[in-house]
């Protein structure tokens, strides 16, 4: 049986995130790896956030939000586009990723890769509550990669 995994050639888990990934800097997805989805897959979905902006920002602070990723699909590079896929609202106001910037100190970035037994019906632009309950109880299997940022 495999084991989903979620790799990033760009940093280790819970390594720092390279700079160039950051909202301030060039704002782009770091590169992604995906192994081990299982055959009974019918989609994947991608959620990013940043759960140590609880103190400064109020909550659990989104920064990318992707349903309906083809379970086939292994990379992810660097300023994807999806096309095949669907993206929901950051909590920067944007469809699309938005990048690590924490205000205060080092905060742990979570890339949460999600293997569906179905693909999700919802509009481009969602938030993240949304797509959450759409995936509830139908999660094969999920893989979590981790990184940090600090200001």
Avoid: C
């Amino acid at each position: 049986m495999s084991v989903l995994e979620l790799t990033s050639p760009a940093f280790a888990d819970g390594a720092p995130i390279p700079e160039e990934y950051s909202y301030t800097e060039r704002n782009v997805n770091p590169p992604l790896s995906i192994a081990g989805v299982p055959a009974e897959s019918e989609s994947l979905a991608l959620i990013v956030d940043d759960p140590d902006a609880t103190e400064p920002a109020g909550k659990v602070w989104d920064h990318w939000i992707v349903w309906n990723i083809d379970p086939d699909r292994t990379e992810i590079p660097t300023m994807w586009e999806p096309t095949e896929a669907t993206e929901g609202r950051n909590d920067y106001g944007e469809i699309g990723y938005g990048g690590p910037n924490p205000p205060d100190k080092r905060h742990t970035y979570r890339f949460e890769l999600y293997a569906l037994d179905r693909s999700l019906d919802l509009q481009p632009g969602v938030t993240k509550a949304a797509v959450e309950d759409a995936i509830e109880g139908h999660v094969i299997a999920h893989a979590t990669l981790t990184g940090t940022a600090a200001p």
